[in-house]
């Protein structure tokens, strides 16, 4: 789990780094490293890579850590494009990674991994047993039930905050 987990924050680090130099690059015509944007990627692999590190094997945390940070860049840079004041990016490292997050149990998990902890487990990760997705839809279902719960509470929370002139 420890290394699972240090090969996704690596992965996030590596591919915000380098996703956000090659986009400067396109933009400006001069490659420019963001030590930010590589330590919330770095941020963003860890956040992904939670809710599996003990399930999964070391090449799918790497995964989970790339598609993390390039998940972070591309949230960032549509909620400056949306206008919404996210000042420690909060949405697209948490928000964004940990749906990822979620979705990736569903995909990498091993078999063997979750006899395990659960020994009584019959479901796995799609990518080893592509016939059966009642994990994956399981961790979606999960994801659905969070966001349904986190809205219902915190909406009549905002909307108070937002009357109030509270809000920046």
């Avoid at 941020?43 to 809710?51: D, I």
């Avoid at 993390?68 to 206008?83: D, F, H, I, N, P």
């Avoid at 796995?124 to 809205?151: E, K």
Wanted: glycine share 12%.
């Amino acid at each position: 789990a420890v290394v699972n987990t240090t090969l996704a924050a690596a992965g996030g680090c590596v591919s915000a780094l380098l996703a956000k130099a090659w986009l400067s690059e396109r933009q400006r015509g001069e490659a420019t490293f963001s030590l930010t944007d590589a330590l919330w990627g770095c941020l963003s692999g860890l956040v992904s890579v939670t809710g599996g590190c003990a399930i999964i094997e070391s090449w799918a945390s790497i995964v989970i850590g790339l598609v993390s940070g390039l998940l972070y860049l591309w949230g960032a840079t549509l909620l400056v494009k949306l206008g919404i004041d996210d000042a420690v990016d909060a949405i697209p490292i948490h928000l964004l990674n940990g749906v990822w997050g979620a979705l990736s149990v569903g995909f990498f998990a091993v078999p063997d991994y979750l006899r395990l902890i659960h020994p009584e487990a019959t479901a796995a990760g799609w990518f080893y047993t592509v016939t059966d997705g009642r994990l994956l839809a399981c961790q979606c279902i999960g994801i659905f039930f969070v966001i349904g719960w986190v809205t219902v509470l915190m909406l009549p929370f905002f909307c108070l905050l937002h009357y109030l002139g509270w809000l920046r």
